[in-house]
């Protein structure tokens, strides 16, 4: 039954969260030691009616091991978690079970006053920082080089540019073999002169290295090691650092609003 929602799913241009691989299997492990796949369901009926528990659910019997002890009125779910309980309808149905309400739990980030200072001084996108590379600083760094500099470098590149194209042009009248050459020489002009914009950045990064750390201080802690924030930091992280005045906090500023994802200031 989930093998087929998530079947219709992907037909409707969704993602299957849950493929199973063994239709004919169940999802349920056997404990002994290490939860084990069950591969010959029929093996094990007996022992499941008389010691239930040494058998875990799986991932789609779950829920309707959890609601039938625990009767749900509304399940407030992560991404993850709503993607594979899309799956479960008729899973539900299967059991005689009512499905609970389904809710999308809150998404957010968590940032300091610095962080925040940081981000509305150097405009910087919050959506910009996750890529674990330099290309969002280099952009950064760019734009605090003096305009002159910058100035002077495009215009030397568009001089480049357009004399050569001048001799490229003319070189055929001489001799028609030497327009590869030209083309050759432009190009490792316009490589020469990329080279020192990038050696006029390095020189940026050695001069702004306050700004450097106030970049990768805020990219850790809104994406620490590129991942989201709310899937690597616990909860108890911010506890710990502001108390229990936190919890007020996320009362009063987090938005219950789905399919948003919130930035929240501490």
């Given amino acids: 039954l989930a093998a087929a929602a998530g079947a219709d799913l992907t037909a409707r241009g969704y993602h299957a969260q849950v493929q199973p691989s063994d239709q004919n299997g169940v999802s349920l492990f056997r404990l002994d030691g290490a939860r084990r796949p069950i591969q010959q369901p029929a093996d094990f009926v007996r022992e499941a009616a008389e010691t239930p528990a040494g058998f875990s659910p799986g991932v789609l019997l779950r829920p309707i091991v959890q609601d039938t002890?625990?009767?749900?009125?509304?399940?407030?779910?992560?991404?993850?978690?709503?993607?594979?309980?899309?799956?479960?309808?008729?899973?539900?149905?299967?059991f005689g079970l009512p499905m609970p309400l389904m809710y999308s739990r809150a998404t957010a980030t968590v940032l300091d006053s610095a962080a925040m200072r940081f981000l509305?001084?150097?405009?910087?996108?919050?959506?910009?920082?996750?890529?674990?590379?330099?290309?969002?600083?280099?952009?950064?760094?760019?734009?605090?080089?003096?305009?002159?500099?910058?100035?002077?470098?495009?215009?030397?590149?568009?001089a480049i540019d357009e004399g050569m194209r001048r001799v490229i042009d003319a070189l055929p009248l001489l001799d028609p073999t030497l327009e590869g050459a030209a083309r050759n020489t432009l190009g490792k002009m316009q490589?020469?002169?990329?080279?020192?914009?990038?050696?006029?950045?390095?020189?940026?990064?050695?001069?702004?290295?306050?700004?450097?750390?106030?970049?990768?201080r805020t990219r850790a802690l809104a994406f620490p090691n590129g991942d989201p924030q709310e899937r690597t930091i616990a909860f108890v992280w911010f506890l710990n650092q502001?108390?229990?005045?936190?919890?007020?906090?996320?009362?009063?500023?987090?938005?219950l609003d789905m399919g948003m994802h919130w930035v929240v200031t501490i």
Avoid: M
Avoid at 242 to 255: D, I, K, M
């Fill in 120 to 158: 509305s001084k150097y405009h910087v996108p919050f959506e910009s920082l996750p890529p674990q590379d330099d290309s969002t600083l280099n952009e950064l760094l760019r734009t605090q080089i003096p305009p002159e500099v910058d100035d002077a470098l495009t215009a030397a590149g568009r």
């Fill in 69 to 94: 002890v625990l009767p749900t009125v509304c399940y407030v779910a992560g991404p993850n978690e709503l993607a594979y309980l899309g799956q479960l309808r008729t899973v539900y149905e299967r």
């Fill in 242 to 255: 502001y108390g229990q005045a936190f919890v007020e906090r996320l009362w009063q500023e987090l938005p």
């Fill in 191 to 216: 490589k020469d002169l990329e080279n020192l914009q990038g050696t006029t950045i390095q020189g940026a990064k050695k001069k702004n290295e306050t700004l450097r750390r106030q970049f990768q």
